[in-house]
């Protein structure tokens, strides 16, 4: 699974401190999605995770109803400065965003980034264009699709969009994987210059797959791989499994440097959770249950290459 252009892990002394991950998300108190599907995962990957909720609700909103309140764009900016204020941002070694929700929100996000970049250079951010997907269709405001197109993707180093959102975000369809590679490469042009420049296709259905089967595909300049699960019959499909993915792939690329090594582990990692998940019959994900497999998941899925190089 190694390639020549891997990079060593980044092995923790006892003395070392973990990495410090900023995650803006939505939060529920019942359930996992956003920052309830990613901080924990994320946790226990060994990484320090400054939370940051873009709304706070009683559970998901694929129930169809629940309760809490939003939050306003401000409320970001104001706790990046109370963050700033403990000297705590040249210490932040990357940024994960998710569910934004407004134009207002997207553009916080991004002075975010922005502010923590300008403490720490090195600090990659990780942005999850949270949007839509297949049998949903967008489920944000309509306008945001085009301010995160505008303003967070040519702002991120990685970047998780899900089959639909990969469309969304490039007008292709994609029903083959030349046409998922063909959208991933153009997706992978606007994001910023001088970082990895990974696309992560999550959800990934295509017409000439082996059947019964759900792919991820990650692009980067070391190359493309493809990591190929059963796919499980969860009808209906499960509300957090996108968050979770997405911080597995970024926590894994942190702390190994290798696109091919963190799209295996944070695969692998998230069929364990959706196998134990349709076991227990439940609307919603079983982290906790499967807290051991996140970080050692115990049967491994590889990550097949498909080409070297950028495409």
């Known amino acids: 699974m190694t390639t020549p252009h891997s ?50 609700f009683s ?33 932040c070694d990357g940024v994960l965003s998710g569910y934004m929700g407004s134009a207002g929100t997207v ?18 951010y990780c942005c999850d264009p949270v949007m ?8 944000v ?3 945001l699709p085009d301010h995160i197109a505008a303003q967070a993707i040519p702002a991120a180093d990685i970047v998780v969009p899900n089959h639909f959102e990969l469309e969304l975000l490039t007008g292709r369809k994609v029903a083959t994987l030349d046409d998922a590679l063909a959208a991933a490469g153009e997706l992978r042009s606007r994001l910023r210059e001088g970082g990895p420049r990974t696309v992560v296709v999550t959800s990934l259905t295509r017409e000439d797959a082996p059947e019964d089967s759900i792919e991820t595909l990650a692009v980067s300049d070391s190359g493309t791989w493809i990591c190929r699960t059963p796919l499980l019959p969860l009808d209906p499909p499960r509300n957090g499994t996108g968050d979770a993915i997405a911080a597995l792939f970024y926590g ?24 134990r ?5 439940t609307r919603e994900i079983q982290l906790i249950a499967v807290q051991d497999e996140l970080v050692q998941p115990g049967q491994v899925f590889e990550a097949q290459q498909v080409m070297t190089g950028a495409r």
């Open 7 to 56: 990079q060593p892990a980044k092995k923790q002394s006892r003395d070392q401190r973990p990495q410090n991950i900023l995650s803006i998300q939505s939060w529920v108190a019942y359930g996992h999605v956003g920052n309830a599907a990613a901080v924990f995962p994320l946790q226990r990957l060994g990484f320090e995770v400054w939370a940051i909720q873009t709304v706070q």
């Open 252 to 275: 894994q690329y942190l702390r190994t440097g290798d696109v091919a090594q963190a799209l295996s582990l944070s695969m692998s990692a998230l069929y364990a959770l959706l196998e």
């Open 132 to 139: 839509g997907d297949f049998g949903r269709g967008v489920f």
């Open 277 to 281: 998940t349709h076991r227990a019959g």
């Open 59 to 91: 559970n998901h909103t694929g129930y169809g109803a629940w309760t809490g309140k939003v939050f306003p764009p401000e409320d970001i900016a104001e706790l990046i400065d109370g963050i700033e204020a403990r000297g705590a941002l040249p210490e």
């Open 141 to 143: 405001n309509p306008e």
């Open 107 to 124: 553009e916080a996000v991004v002075n975010a980034v922005g502010r923590v970049r300008a403490a720490n250079p090195q600090a990659l």
